[in-house]
């Protein structure tokens, strides 16, 4: 797991926002074609498939390379539909997460313990 200080949880924000976007817009279109998708998939038996299949295919491929993109930076992608990321910090001697989504602004100002989530942010 890799620990961030606020400074850099910070210097990635600029990075991060846009993919943060991306997911949003993305799983909107995924949104919009799940009623076909759950159709074509209780008519796979019978041959199924769906106008757009292969585009909601790689729509969720897209979500999930950005993801895992994500992941790899060591951010965890809480919500995508508000873009709420934590990265993993250390304060004192135990982790918490630097708690940030789209609309807080440019910089990181909340923080929770592990346990609490969103619900138990608190200012840094």
């Known amino acids: ?6 400074d850099e949880a910070n210097a990635l924000l600029p990075t991060v926002i846009p993919t943060l976007e991306k997911i949003q817009r993305l799983y909107a279109t995924v949104d919009a074609l799940r009623d076909d ?3 074509a998939a209780g008519a796979s038996d019978f041959g199924g498939g769906m ?4 585009a909601y295919v790689n729509t969720l491929y897209k979500i ?3 993801t895992t993109d994500l992941h790899e930076l060591g951010i965890e992608l809480k919500d995508y539909t508000r873009g709420l990321i934590d990265f993993p910090s250390l304060r004192g001697e135990r982790v918490i997460y630097l708690c ?6 440019d910089e990181i100002g909340w923080w929770h313990e592990t346990d609490a989530g969103f619900a138990g942010r608190q200012p840094l």
Do not use: E
């Open 1 to 6: 797991m890799r620990l961030f200080t606020v």
């Open 37 to 39: 998708a759950r159709a």
């Open 51 to 54: 106008a757009g299949g292969t």
């Open 64 to 66: 999930g390379k950005l």
């Open 100 to 105: 940030w989504q789209i609309g807080d602004g």
